[in-house]
């Protein structure tokens, strides 16, 4: 475990040098988890007790719009292939269940910052992020983990480096597509435009919102060759 965090912190200070001042400064100005929005601190609140009453849950996602809209839709997509519409708040509650909804509530917390991008990349990187997140879920499952929405949440946001560098840096956005499609790799083209890549963008960006370690390391170490990974000790 010291060996791991001294790697993980020699790694920290070399994301922190590589991302120039300009770019941390725009990463400061994304917030989300810390502090969340009212309504979803309170609904974190409300589904961390066991105890706790769906019908006084579903109350609380109807005050807000935008949340309610994506339960509804979420619950109807082909990703839960559930049998019958979902057309009430209090429905998706129940087919969902308390676990999926801390989920998919944290999820729609951190995407809110990112929802005026362009639809068909949104898109994109919502379907990507779920699906990474899924097979995340049931990784942790399968290895007998406790910490289910942690693995779903780090799954969720390992790449939001790249949603990063398409909403806030446009101009090396467009820069990076040209070298990926003229047959540059893409990290080579993040750090060769920005000075850094969207692994060290996207760790930096989740430790300023202090999420959980393993979460900021599934976006750092990511692109680490595996048996780099396989010798590190006690890796989160």
Same mark, same amino acid.
């Given at each position: 475990?010291?060996?791991?965090e001294g790697e993980v912190e020699r790694r920290r200070m070399e994301t922190h040098i590589r991302v120039t001042r =300009?770019? /941390?400064?725009v990463l400061k100005r994304i917030t989300v988890?810390?502090?969340?929005?009212?309504?979803?601190?309170?609904?974190?609140?409300?589904?961390?007790?066991?105890d706790v009453n769906l019908d006084e849950v579903a109350k609380v996602i109807a005050l807000d719009v935008g949340l309610t809209a994506m339960l509804i839709r979420l619950s109807n997509s082909a990703f839960y292939g559930l049998k019958s519409q979902v057309t009430t708040v209090s429905k998706a509650v129940t087919v969902l269940?308390?676990?999926?909804?801390?989920q998919l509530i944290l999820s729609a917390a951190v995407m809110d910052n990112f929802?005026?991008?362009?639809?068909?990349?949104?898109?994109?990187?919502?379907?990507? =992020?779920? /699906?990474?997140a899924q097979w995340c879920k049931e990784l942790s499952q399968f290895a007998g983990k406790s910490e289910v929405d942690e693995f779903f949440l780090a799954g969720f946001l390992h790449n939001i480096g790249e949603l990063v560098i398409h909403?806030?840096?446009p101009m090396e956005a467009r820069q990076?597509?040209?070298?990926?499609?003229s047959g540059y790799p893409q990290l080579a083209s993040e750090v060769k435009a920005?000075?850094?890549?969207?692994?060290?963008?996207?760790?930096?960006l989740l430790s300023l919102w202090q999420l959980p370690p393993a979460v900021i390391q599934a976006s750092m170490l990511q692109h680490h060759p595996r048996l780099h990974l396989q010798q590190m000790s006690g890796i989160t």
């Open positions: 475990e010291r060996s791991l =300009s770019i /941390r400064e988890v810390a502090p969340m929005p009212g309504t979803v601190a309170r609904l974190m609140e409300m589904l961390g007790d066991p269940g308390t676990k999926k909804l801390r929802k005026n991008m362009p639809q068909d990349r949104f898109s994109h990187f919502w379907e990507q =992020s779920m /699906r990474t909403q806030h840096f990076i597509e040209d070298m990926i499609k920005l000075g850094c890549d969207h692994a060290d963008i996207g760790s930096y």
